[in-house]
């Protein structure tokens, strides 16, 4: 029902949370015989999974709403006056915070917030929907597949939208778009069916209540084949560990443990294995001996050199280096490469410079989640506001300033010096240098415990 690439979608969300040895790349056997079926077992036993691209999905979105978003309104082209502007902010304050501290539906997510910017990371698009239940307006996330951009207008942005969802065991549509007069209109249909049972249209200032946010998918197919070698090397590991506990050894040249004899019943020389003739145990002394060399006429001339061949295991070094390699990848794919030692970066450069690529990408996607959720949470106001069975006409000419405090972590010690070096060079305020080492959320309250801490110091 929708455009999107589910398919991808499908897979990227495999590689975040599903079971990744099915993107095993090492061998396959072939399990219609016994012995493929067991070596495929003992592959499965000794699988190693390391999800690496579910840590920097993680840590992105997490870094994004490291610090809850904060929305509110400022006149645009209304006509209100300031108590009323004051009133609406209040308003948009508390549906946010309820919307923080509400998990809507889907319970393995805090909140929709974070639900949906997982969406978007994983699959490239992601949707919210503002619906009522019970009277009180929700925003939830729908699956991506449950949603369908039916028309847009010249700039890519939806206009007509169908959703489709069950209620009480019936297969529904939602459909909404905007009439000739910018209202949004609503219509909702049973699956199958050419007319609507219910419709209505309402001012939402020219918005739909379905809400479309788009990127590239944060994860990359260099991701993925990196994933696939980690896993296959942290795989090895163990495998190498059990072979090396087991030296097979091969007797090159040496007489077989044991001697011919005639079988009673066939008549017919076998060769009888003596189980004791070599003893593989500590502190034993085993003799081998090697091969008769004889002539034509069967006469004994020499005998050959024996040795004994032993299968070394591989050094641990080996899988350690390549794992390590495609770890630097996805680090690199995912501009989380100051998190790195600095033996493991790629590049080459400063953590303080792959630190700021981090910080960069990081304000690129909060531009884009602040477009993503002003839309909807504007639209939710709005619907709320209608269901109140209050008057829009004023209020859908506000702007909603949605902003999404990004936290990019803790500095890095090498930052952290040069705002001090900085700061002591005379070209920072105090101010500004307890701002930006970020040890407080409030550096005129630091600097106020400063002062009295000097004050009682001096008295």
Known sequence: MSTVDLHLIEENWHYYNGNLFDFWIGIKPDTQTEEGQALADDIYRMFQEINVISEVVTRHADALLGRDPTASFNVGNSNLNESELQSANIAIADYLARTLGTPVGNFDFPD???????????????????????????????????VKVVTRDAIGRPRKIEYYYVEEDKKLIETQYLNETRQTVFEYYELGEQNPYYTFSINLGGRLTITEGKRRPFI??????????????????P??????????????????????QTDERTGKRVFIKDPEAIVIAPGMLNFISGVAIKDEQGLTRGYTSPTVHTEQPIEIKTFVDAATF??????????????????????????????????????????????????????????????????????????????????????????????????????????????????????????????????????
């Open 112 to 146: 929709p917030i974070y639900e949906s910017l997982l969406n978007l990371l994983v699959g490239g698009v992601s949707y919210l929907r503002a619906t009522t239940v019970d009277g009180t307006v929700y925003l939830h996330c729908p699956p991506v597949e449950s």
């Open 220 to 237: 990359t197919t260099s991701m993925k084949t990196a994933q696939n070698a980690i896993n296959h090397a942290a795989t090895l590991i």
């Open 239 to 260: 495998r190498n560990n059990q072979i090396s506990g087991f030296v097979s050894r091969i007797f090159l040249n040496a007489k077989l443990p044991g001697e011919f």
């Open 326 to 459: 495609s770890l630097g990848t996805i680090y690199s794919q995912a501009n989380q490469s100051h998190l790195l030692a600095s033996d493991l970066t790629l590049s080459g450069r400063s953590r303080q410079e792959l630190r700021n690529d981090f910080v960069i990408a990081l304000l690129k996607d909060s531009k884009r989640l602040q477009d993503f959720y002003s839309n909807a949470f504007f639209g939710a106001y709005l619907l709320d506001r209608y269901y109140q069975g209050q008057d829009n006409t004023e209020h859908s000419k506000l702007v909603l300033n949605f902003i999404v405090n990004a936290n990019p972590g803790q500095l890095l010690p090498e930052e952290r010096q040069q705002i001090i070096s900085t700061y002591q060079a005379g070209l920072l305020s105090k101010e500004t240098a307890i701002a930006l080492l970020a040890y407080t959320d409030s550096p005129i309250a630091e600097l106020e415990k400063i002062r009295l801490e000097s004050n009682s110091n001096n008295a």
